[in-house]
């Protein structure tokens, strides 16, 4: 198991959502996220129907679900599918660490049809166009 998974944590981290969790947005609170014994520090927080710790809101994942969810009024967002994903390429403190990013829920990967098998016995039709007369 990586040691970040075992850190524990009031809010969500990009361990984890991985490649994509789809959650339901239940509403935003302002609250103090700062660690304990810390100056208080107040961010807005957005928590989740399903059995999941809140998400810290910055900026860009602000802008991103007001982008995805078609409002900017936060309380239009309740009720409202998104998907939590691990984007890679977001900066802290100057350096890629990776991080928390909002997507649409209908931009979820779809999941990929299996494979036709083919019987041997009675193979498909050859296509006429591959027969030189």
Same mark, same amino acid.
């Given at each position: 198991?990586n040691?970040?998974?075992?850190?524990?944590?009031?809010?969500?981290?990009?361990?984890? @959502?991985?490649?994509?969790?789809? @959650? =339901?947005?239940?509403?935003?609170?302002?609250?103090?996220?700062?660690?304990?014994?810390?100056?208080?520090?107040?961010?807005?927080?957005?928590h989740?129907?399903?059995?999941?710790?809140?998400?810290?809101?910055?900026? =860009?994942?602000?802008?991103?679900?007001?982008?995805?969810?078609?409002?900017?009024? =936060?309380?239009?967002? =309740?009720?409202?599918?998104?998907?939590?994903?691990?984007?890679?390429?977001?900066?802290?403190?100057?350096?890629?660490?990776?991080?928390v990013?909002?997507?649409?829920?209908?931009?979820?990967?779809?999941?990929?049809?299996?494979?036709?098998?083919?019987?041997?016995?009675?193979?498909?039709?050859?296509?006429?166009?591959?027969?030189?007369?």
């Open positions: 198991m040691i970040n998974q075992m850190k524990p944590s009031k809010f969500v981290k990009k361990e984890d @959502v991985g490649d994509g969790m789809i @959650v =339901t947005i239940a509403n935003m609170t302002n609250e103090n996220v700062a660690m304990d014994n810390q100056p208080p520090e107040m961010k807005w927080v957005m989740f129907q399903e059995a999941l710790n809140p998400l810290v809101m910055n900026w =860009t994942n602000l802008q991103l679900c007001a982008q995805v969810t078609g409002s900017d009024d =936060t309380d239009d967002w =309740t009720g409202k599918q998104i998907v939590l994903f691990n984007d890679p390429n977001v900066s802290f403190g100057g350096k890629i660490t990776g991080g990013r909002i997507r649409s829920a209908e931009q979820a990967a779809p999941q990929a049809a299996p494979a036709k098998k083919v019987d041997e016995r009675n193979p498909p039709p050859a296509d006429d166009s591959s027969i030189p007369f």
